[in-house]
């Protein structure tokens, strides 16, 4: 059993995840983004970013609505999040586009395996591993290395003014490396909670089913943006990736 302050702090944790998402929700409903594929990577960032995500989107993410485009376009201007968008900030802005198709395979992956727990087998459990979490990681990469091609060819190919083929080249490159970040932070910390933390707090890993998990998932989301973001930084700074 989990201590009980921890078993609270858990629900708390992912009530404002979730609070701070419909908050988002409703702001990108009310004020579409100008790139479509924000209006998912916003609310999908505040259910780790919680608060933090909140204050960027009111601070900078409204500087990238379709009205704010379509007045700058009208009086011949750049649009206001490309010239009031600090670069740090548009990293990372480029880092949780990335990182919202991470958690959207990432979230899918796990539940996947937790209802079937035979896909599992089918990517390397009792086979390759003995240890079932390792087989889910590999699933979860390929569930969270497809969405992240996905929102980035969204992001890509309208800037650009790219061909099919050529958005999903420039996406590959633009989120191989990104996204290779993001779960390396992603699974460094989950090992820690699930091999470490929770065997000392509880005496066991916290099972898919619990709050405990889902609290764990929700903290190491913003260790796989920590780890993506001099990646991202490196990207944007090159070209690779667009100034969002």
């Not at 009111?58 to 379709?66: E, S």
């Not at 586009?97 to 899918?108: I, K, P, Q, R």
């Not at 709050?211 to 490196?234: D, I, K």
């Amino acid at each position: 059993m989990f201590p009980a302050w921890f078993h609270a702090l858990a629900i708390l944790a992912l009530l404002l995840g979730g609070a701070c998402s419909l908050l988002l929700s409703v702001q990108v409903i009310r004020q579409p983004q100008h790139m479509t594929v924000m209006n998912i990577v916003w609310p999908v960032s505040a259910l780790f970013g919680t608060v933090a995500t909140v204050w960027a989107y009111f601070r900078y993410g409204r500087l990238a609505t379709m009205a704010a485009h379509h007045h700058a376009k009208a009086h011949g201007e750049k649009p206001p999040n490309m010239t009031q968008t600090p670069f740090p900030v548009m990293v990372g802005k480029g880092a949780l586009h990335c990182g919202s198709g991470c958690m959207l395979g990432d979230v899918a992956a796990e539940l996947l395996a937790f209802l079937v727990p035979g896909v599992a087998v089918w990517f390397g459990w009792h086979s390759l591993f003995a240890e079932k979490m390792y087989a889910v990681w590999v699933l979860d990469f390929v569930f969270a290395y497809v969405l992240g091609i996905v929102f980035q060819y969204y992001a890509i190919v309208p800037m650009r003014g790219l061909s099919p083929r050529e958005g999903l080249i420039a996406a590959v490159k633009a989120d191989t490396a990104s996204l290779i970040a993001w779960q390396v932070g992603m699974y460094g910390f989950m090992a820690f909670v699930q091999f470490y933390l929770y065997p000392y707090l509880a005496g066991r890993p916290a099972p898919v089913n619990s709050v405990e998990f889902w609290f764990a998932m929700q903290l190491a989301m913003v260790a796989g943006f920590l780890t993506s973001y001099p990646v991202n930084w490196w990207l944007v700074s090159v070209g690779i990736k667009e100034r969002m």
